[in-house]
């Protein structure tokens, strides 16, 4: 059996990242991978009624970290830890990145409060697992906060974090770059580029480590 796959998609909103999930998918399908595929805030029943309170009601920073990190554990134990265990692809639309970019970079929370957490929830137990559960390849879709504005300025009604002014986001982008910095599990994509080139990135990503034919 094949080892499991933890991946996951970042970015600030409006940065595309969405949209090239299903290619994704069928890309390591190809390999012949199972692959679950989920998202976050989400990914349980449990978690998604978290995620609808997280989008729409007015709370603060603590309580959005405490439902975030909630929600997560839920779908750590209930979908990610079996499936990696199953030695499928967990391909997964946003991680505990999100909570260091939008909580600890957008709020402004305290990141030591958000790495306590996450050391709570991520915890792994049992034969031969060791440490915190992270994500082993995480795309991040790098945009200028203003061109992902004008984007989504376009596109749907806003939710709680979509409506943010552009100050939050630059705050966002600059979690996303210190959370990167220095770490290997992160491909850096340039979103600025046509799709198909944005595309393309990807693709070459998962070929340069091995990950796709
Ligand atoms: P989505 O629109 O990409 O599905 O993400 C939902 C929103 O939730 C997005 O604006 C980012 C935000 N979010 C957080 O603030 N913290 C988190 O930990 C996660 C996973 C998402």
Redesign the pocket.
């Known amino acids: 059996m094949s080892a499991g796959l933890f991946i996951t998609l970042e970015g600030i909103?409006g940065a595309g990242?969405?949209s090239h999930l299903d290619a994704l998918e069928a890309l390591l399908r190809q390999g012949g991978r199972t692959v679950v595929r989920t998202?976050?805030?989400?990914g349980t029943p449990l978690a998604e009624s978290l995620?609808d309170l997280?989008?729409t009601r007015a709370m603060d920073a603590l309580t959005?970290s405490l439902l975030?990190f909630a929600a997560?554990r839920d779908h750590v134990t209930q979908v990610i830890a079996p499936a990696l265990a199953r030695g499928e692809v967990v391909l997964c639309?946003?991680?505990?990145d999100?909570?260091f970019?939008?909580?600890g970079g957008?709020r402004g929370f305290d990141a030591g409060v958000l790495q306590a957490l996450e050391g709570w929830v991520q915890a792994q137990e049992g034969e031969g697992a060791h440490g915190l559960l992270q994500p082993d390849l995480t795309f991040w879709f790098d945009l200028p906060p203003d061109v992902a504005a004008e984007r989504l300025a376009s596109a749907r009604v806003p939710?709680?974090?979509?409506a943010q002014p552009a100050e939050f986001f630059r705050r966002v982008a600059a979690g996303y770059a210190a959370r990167a910095a220095g770490q290997p599990r992160f491909e850096r994509i340039d979103a600025a580029q046509p799709r198909e080139q944005v595309w393309a990135q990807v693709e070459a990503a998962l070929r340069r480590r091995g990950l796709a034919a």
């Open positions: 909103d990242k969405s998202r976050e805030p989400g995620r997280v989008l959005e975030v997560r639309d946003r991680f505990t999100a909570t970019a939008y909580q957008g939710d709680r974090f979509e």
